[in-house]
């Protein structure tokens, strides 16, 4: 199984940024995905998470009503697209899945390398 992140990257603060997160060695459709994201000197923060039936989400409370979490399993793809970017968004987003835990737990099974997302002023 092997998660990769991508479409981080350097934006202003009110702007928008869209992550992707390409999973291969699993089908997407029997995992329940999440985002989680740390910040340098922080703990690693729960962000959004969708079940493996795309039914049940759940956002973090301090994103929800500006990320919105998705899959498009024709494409075995997760995305998180952030609007209303503020400073305090910038951290390393990480994707990970796991087949039997969902929500606001670390425990998924399977871990992403990360994309770096840099929110200024």
């Known amino acids: 199984v092997k998660l990769v992140e991508s479409g981080g990257g350097l934006v202003q603060a009110g702007g928008s940024l869209r992550l992707s997160c390409a999973a291969s060695?699993?089908?997407?459709?029997?995992?329940?995905m999440a985002w989680f994201r740390q910040a340098p000197g922080k703990e690693r923060e729960f962000v959004a998470a969708?079940?493996?039936?795309?039914?049940?989400?759940m956002y973090g409370d301090s994103v929800v009503g500006r990320f919105v979490i998705s899959t498009n399993n024709a494409e075995n793809t997760v995305y998180l697209q952030m609007n209303s970017l503020k400073t305090e968004d910038t951290a390393v987003y990480f994707c990970a899945g796991d087949q039997w835990m969902f929500g606001k737990t670390s425990q998924y099974d399977h871990w992403g390398q990360g994309t770096l997302v840099i929110v200024t002023v």
């Open positions: 969708v079940s493996r039936d795309s039914i049940g989400i």
């Open positions: 060695g699993l089908t997407l459709s029997r995992y329940n």
